[in-house]
């Protein structure tokens, strides 16, 4: 299941909206990084863990998710419930089937503390503009102490104790393996991605928005190839959105292993042939049919390379690398005396 999120936010499995709360708001103030200045790193990572579980367990949708697939079904690809795409994830799917799929993107902890604290940020003013809250805190302008919900001045260290904000705060990218046959590395081809997410208005209201994304894949690209889409991530206000990145996976294939730019095809033979000579028939993954005769003795270590008949360069598909040949020689079970005797006979000559 990965990590339990109940047990990140210390409930059962029937905690409701009212606890849940109760419950991030103790751990939350307990692991806040500013009040674990002298643990910061181990601090940093709780409050993280913390903030997903909160986020996850507190939104029906994802908690359903999550209950019936566990963290790793969340975070991958799991069909979502409607079609409809909900805060914190983006769905997506192939032109080649119906499916359509999601991959949960956690939010930023600090976004999700602010949120529920009422803060615009850790080191921003109260949201509404309000000088002052029950929490101690108040908007910060010239001279105007803001306090932080833990009782110090959070802008002390930071000279004028003006906000340090950059500007949006970028989402984590959403990566998706993309997977492609060796057929389809070899010669290119062109993949369609319909996917499914939320755009903001000028007045921060999300609509859900389709679009078809198309992804040229070249000749010779390798697993691990990332094609990035910026910006395709659902748009939130004050965070730019994620990047989408496909990223190119290879099927498995029946005939062929790729090693590097060389492919690698296995013939099983008789000795008879091995030691009298061979010839292999091959068809390419383009369709053309290679006839390779072998008068070469064939030993158990033997390689018969074809230049040029490889995978593309990716760099420059015009150069290939080498069809290697490799072999499993079938050894007889057994030989009469009157075998050995003329092996032993002619091997001697």
Not at 30 to 45: G, L, S, V, Y
Not at 178 to 192: F, N, Q, V
């Amino acid at each position: 299941m990965g990590v339990d999120y109940y047990n990140v936010l210390q409930v059962d499995k029937s905690t409701k909206d009212d606890d849940l709360k109760k419950a991030y708001r103790k751990l939350a103030m307990k692991w806040h990084p500013d009040k674990n200045p002298n643990n910061k790193e181990e601090a940093e990572a709780k409050f993280k863990q913390i903030s997903e579980a909160y986020e996850v367990l507190s939104d029906p949708q994802k908690r359903a998710i999550y209950d019936q697939y566990g963290e790793e079904g969340l975070k991958s690809q799991v069909p979502p419930s409607d079609a409809g795409g909900p805060g914190g994830a983006t769905y997506f799917q192939t032109g080649d089937g119906p499916k359509v799929f999601r991959t949960f993107n956690p939010r930023n902890a600090n976004d999700i503390f602010a949120e529920f604290f009422g803060f615009s940020s850790p080191f921003g003013g109260m949201g509404g503009g309000s000088s002052g809250s029950s929490m101690g805190g108040g908007m910060r302008g010239d001279g105007v102490r803001f306090n932080s919900v833990f009782g110090d001045d959070i802008f002390s260290s930071f000279g004028d104790g003006r906000s340090m904000s950059s500007g949006p705060r970028k989402a984590a990218p959403i990566e998706s393996p993309l997977p492609c046959s060796l057929e389809e590395l070899y010669k290119g081809t062109t993949k369609k991605m319909k996917i499914s997410r939320e755009i903001a208005d000028a007045s921060g209201r999300t609509m859900p928005v389709e679009e078809i994304l198309t992804i040229d894949i070249k000749p010779g690209w390798k697993k691990g190839t990332k094609i990035t889409f910026p910006e395709k991530g659902n748009e939130q206000p004050g965070v730019t959105p994620a990047d989408l990145v496909f990223i190119i996976d290879e099927k498995p294939h029946p005939v062929f292993t790729r090693d590097g730019n060389d492919l690698i095809v296995a013939q099983k033979i008789s000795l008879a042939d091995a030691l009298t000579g061979y010839t292999a028939h091959i068809t390419t993954l383009d369709g053309r049919n290679l006839t390779i005769p072998i008068t070469n003795v064939i030993h158990p270590n033997y390689e018969e390379v074809v230049p040029r008949e490889g995978m593309p360069v990716p760099k420059d598909p015009s150069r290939k690398g080498n069809l290697r040949i490799k072999f499993n020689i079938k050894f007889p079970p057994r030989l009469t005396a009157e075998q050995k005797a003329g092996v032993k006979k002619l091997l001697a000559a």
